[in-house]
């Protein structure tokens, strides 16, 4: 009897146990694969896909083998059918590719992707004098930066770099930061001083929701960008229809992307840009412009009037705003205007579309605005 109670124990312990020994069956999958490749690893001289399992998922670097997808193309993203097979823990050991289910292109907003590379795993390799391959997989020409990228491999050096990758074509498009292992996180990341030039009037950023951004350039010489901060620079008191020359503490990420600022120093005495010999031009939301009235309207929940009834545009601006619950949404304007005594004069809507893909062309294809060189 004390014998079989051993073996009644025993049989009720391994039953507590359900993967002893249990074999996970390969299954078929849906996967989605992003538009680029990564390094693997630090110490990888490969690169591996970017997955995810759910199409609301975050991407991540797929550690498992991915066998037979010989026909991916940089620029595009897949959605394809694969073999999945399983470790004794259930979770996916290698993906064997199978048949391509969708493939779309990346949109141009989409495009820009920037790459962490430890080079001393060899993963940048030289092909010529202006030719540079990752991995062997994708080659690239290294454009204005041949010669920083050549002292980087040299000297081991961690690099990042910022490329376009459309349609199959991988172009370098900057050169962000290289150092040392040790000191890649406190020279390419952190906190440092810069002097801003702060244009006299703001533009719409182009994020999910309309919000204007501050436009910015780092020299009197350059064209003004698109300040991609949310909560705007700390501490610093804007009015429309002045120039700001600031100094400020800025905050980048290790990819070079910007955080965070906070004003250091303002000249006492910004330019004024106020009179119509300033006149500019700037992009705003349909959705984020108020119906007209007397002559003027709001935008932005800002403090602002715009004047759009002096050059009797106040009928057009509210038929490009108001959804008429059948066809129509509120439209993208590129407004002309200029500041005279508080307010915001609008000169001209000289494009509007309801779709941002339209809108980016229509502002293409017009002979005047050759003053904005930013987008949406």
């Keep these: 009897m004390k014998r079989l109670m051993i073996v009644l124990l025993t049989t009720l312990v391994l039953s507590g146990c359900p993967e002893l020994g249990r074999h996970w069956s390969d299954q078929t999958e849906t996967l989605y694969v992003d538009s680029y490749k990564v390094q693997c690893d630090d110490n990888a001289s490969t690169l591996c896909f970017r997955v995810r399992e759910d199409s609301s998922d975050s991407w991540e670097t797929a550690p498992q083998d991915f066998t037979g997808f010989s026909s991916f193309e940089w620029g595009y993203r897949y959605t394809v ?25 990346v949109t141009s907003d989409e495009a820009s992707v920037i790459l962490t590379l430890y080079t001393d795993t060899g993963i940048l390799q030289q092909l010529s ?16 930066f041949c010669s920083d990228l050549l002292t980087a491999v040299n000297n081991s ?31 390419c990341a952190g906190e440092s001083e810069e002097d801003w030039y702060i244009a006299h009037f703001m533009s719409e950023c182009g994020y999910s929701e309309p919000q204007l951004c501050y436009l910015y350039k780092l020299n ?9 901060l949310d909560d705007g620079i700390s501490d610093f008191e804007y009015e429309w229809g002045s120039r700001y020359d600031i100094r400020v503490n800025k905050t980048q990420s290790a990819a070079g992307n910007l955080q965070a600022a906070e004003l250091i120093e303002e000249n006492t005495s910004p330019e004024s840009r106020i009179g119509s010999s300033y006149s500019f031009l700037f992009i705003v939301d349909g959705e984020a412009v108020n119906r007209s009235s007397g002559g003027s309207l709001t935008m932005y929940d800002l403090s602002e009037t715009f004047d759009c009834g002096s050059y009797s545009l106040c009928q057009d601006i509210n038929d490009y705003i108001e959804d008429n619950g059948d066809y129509h949404q509120p439209e993208y304007m590129l407004l002309r205007a200029y500041v005279d005594a508080g307010d915001v004069v609008i000169l001209d809507v000289v494009c509007h579309d309801e779709s941002r893909t339209d809108f980016r062309q229509c502002v293409t294809d017009e002979d005047e605005p050759e003053d904005i060189n930013w987008n949406i």
């Design 81 to 105: 059918e694969v073999e999945t097979s399983f470790d004794n823990h259930g979770d996916p050991e290698s993906y064997d590719f199978k048949s391509v289910i969708d493939r779309d292109p």
């Design 220 to 228: 009197e010489g350059a064209d003004y960008e698109l300040l991609p």
């Design 129 to 144: 004098d202006t030719e540079w391959s990752l991995s062997g997989d994708v080659s690239f020409t290294c454009e204005t």
């Design 157 to 187: 050096y961690v690099t990042q770099l910022e490329f376009n990758v459309q349609e199959n074509t991988v172009t370098l498009s900057a050169f962000i930061c290289a150092a040392a292992e040790d000191d890649f996180q406190s020279e």
